[in-house]
């Protein structure tokens, strides 16, 4: 947002957490890794977004055909290549940002709520059991991965 512009989705990887990626995690429970991943990624875009300003400034200044035919984005990406050392080697900027984030205990003891009710089907003579439906409700407020809650709560149920 900083920049008003950013990278087409087809220009992002998703990837598995490792320690490649998150080498200093902090401690997990709750969900609270990919919180901490989350909150350390905003990090790095912010200090990204800083980096390139400059480059983004002087991009908004091309002239029609110097733009990009991809997009404002790739304007942003030449602008930061287009210093030359001795007029013929590209100098880019820092475009790596290490984000991070801890924590706080009192910051990951949210309250949630829960409720599930199962249907069960029972023959008293043979013993067998058949659950029929289950329907869980579940609040946890605003989520910021609706599909980690999800897990956790259908975890939950299951145990």
Request: charged share 20%.
């Amino acid at each position: 947002r900083e920049l008003g512009v950013g990278p087409p989705m087809s220009c992002i990887r998703f990837l598995d957490t490792s320690s490649d990626q998150n080498p200093n995690g902090t401690i997990t429970g709750g969900s609270t890794t990919s919180e901490g991943a989350m909150f350390a990624a905003e990090d790095a875009v912010r200090q990204l977004s800083l980096r390139l300003a400059p480059s983004a400034k002087k991009a908004k200044a091309y002239k029609a055909e110097e733009k990009s035919s991809e997009g404002p984005w790739f304007d942003v990406l030449k602008a930061s290549f287009s210093t030359k050392f001795m007029g013929v080697l590209a100098v880019p900027q820092n475009l790596s940002a290490i984000g991070m984030h801890y924590t706080i205990v009192s910051d990951f003891l949210y309250e949630t709520y829960g409720v599930a009710a199962s249907e069960v089907e029972l023959d008293v003579l043979t013993g067998e059991s058949k659950i029929r439906s289950s329907t869980i409700m579940f609040d946890s407020g605003m989520s910021y991965n609706p599909m980690v809650d999800i897990g956790q709560m259908e975890g939950a149920f299951i145990m």
